[in-house]
């Protein structure tokens, strides 16, 4: 048994945000039934790249979900939803507000009579009020990323950038998915739904707590919080610096003890003679002022070895090393095969294929066997007859083109 069998998902959400909160509960046993627009689907199944015609971006976060493609433009596709709802306990969407679930009269305010043990959860850009939406302002991982106060942070040969990944978009599912869990084990001592929300701005400002708290009572006095390391002007100038090696680059972080001690560590290891005793190294505050001249010093010994000589001899002084790879460097990695984070799943039409898989791990209730993300409309005909239609009400839907 998974944690959440038996919780069955009504799942509206497309690209990112919402489908990353769905797939934890899909990991963890739910019944997802994404549903889907006749012809094109998720949004995300345009993105390339594709294997055997599935997108890839679209599967790796739509495993063990179910795929129900529904004309709701038709008041029979819109019929078909409100008899999943009736058995449903979760409905999920991250459209933008006031927009398509107000349009379909599928919003929490005309739903939350008729369905009073529903959970009904929103993952919007902003909120679901205020001057963002008002503006009828699209939310993005990019907008989010520079309102936030994120891409500041991050800075290119042109100044502030976007970070080359997807921070919000998977932040804010994580927090979509906690907040969905929080709602269920509600209503387990209450009896009743509700409607929960978070947006990605918000997401973004509460990883950024360690920074914020400091901003927002102490201000900007120049000074590193600690989140900034060697990348900020005030920072340690080990935590986190990256040096060249003879075969690539290497992460060091050194922390949790006196400085006089790490530089003594650090000259036995490098075999740089006087840096223990070094003034301007005396301790973190004066070499904070003198950054630029220990990199100078340290660097070039760093490129008279491999990587794999350095990590044992740096880790003998427990100073915290690991080499900087690409992903798909990362995807080899022996301890991931060890932490079961990847999966395989076979598709009939798509074949076999890879994925990383869910980085939570329940003694008790484990997480569900994973299946291949769908193709559109994979299962329409099954979910229907799951969830009460009958095989004669199920062909009409087909024929009439309500479902595909």
């Not at 708290?213 to 201000?219: D, Y």
Request: proline share 5%.
């Amino acid at each position: 048994m998974s944690a959440l069998d038996g919780i069955r998902v009504v799942d509206f959400t497309q690209v990112i945000f919402g489908p990353a909160a769905t797939q934890v509960l899909a990991d963890h046993g739910a019944e997802v039934i994404k549903i889907e627009r006749p012809g094109q689907g998720d949004l995300a199944r345009a993105f390339g790249p594709w294997h055997n015609g599935q997108s890839m971006p679209f599967a790796s976060l739509n495993l063990s979900k179910e795929s129900l493609v529904v004309d709701l433009k038709n008041s029979a596709g819109l019929a078909v939803v409100h008899r999943l709802l009736e058995r449903a306990d979760v409905l999920v969407h991250n459209f933008r507000s006031g927009s398509v679930m107000e349009k379909l009269g599928l919003d929490y305010e005309t739903l939350e009579e008729r369905y009073p043990r529903l959970i009904y959860a929103v993952g919007s850009g902003y909120g679901s009020s205020g001057p963002y939406v008002d503006r009828n302002k699209g939310g993005h991982e990019s907008m989010a990323q520079a309102l936030s106060g994120a891409s500041a942070r991050f800075l290119g040969a042109r100044g502030p950038q976007r970070l080359p990944f997807t921070v919000a978009d998977f932040t804010g599912g994580m927090l979509l998915a906690q907040a969905i869990l929080l709602a269920l084990f509600a209503r387990e001592r209450t009896g009743k739904g509700q409607c929960v929300e978070t947006s990605l701005l918000d997401g973004m400002m509460s990883m950024q707590a360690w920074n914020t708290s400091t901003l927002l009572n102490v201000g900007d006095n120049g000074e590193d919080d600690g989140s900034g390391g060697a990348t900020h002007p005030r920072g340690n100038p080990l935590d986190g610096a990256v040096f060249q090696t003879a075969d690539g680059f290497l992460m060091v972080t050194a922390l949790f003890r006196p400085f006089d001690v790490l530089m003594a560590d650090l000259e036995n290891v490098l075999g740089v003679l006087g840096l223990a005793t070094d003034a301007r190294f005396a301790d973190l505050e004066t070499a904070k002022n003198h950054r630029d001249e220990l990199r100078e010093i340290i660097e070039p010994v760093f490129e008279s070895k491999r990587c794999e000589e350095w990590i044992p001899l740096l880790e003998e002084r427990d100073i915290l090393v690991a080499p900087v790879r690409s992903t798909a460097e990362a995807l080899a990695d022996p301890q991931l095969e060890v932490n079961k984070m990847l999966v395989e799943v076979d598709h009939k039409q798509v074949g076999l294929t890879r994925h990383v898989g869910t980085p939570l791990r329940l003694s008790g209730t484990p997480a569900a066997q994973v299946r291949p993300a769908p193709m559109l409309g994979d299962d329409s005909a099954r979910v229907l007859c799951a969830n009460g239609f009958s095989n004669a009400e199920v062909e009409a839907l087909l024929a009439e083109g309500i479902i595909a």
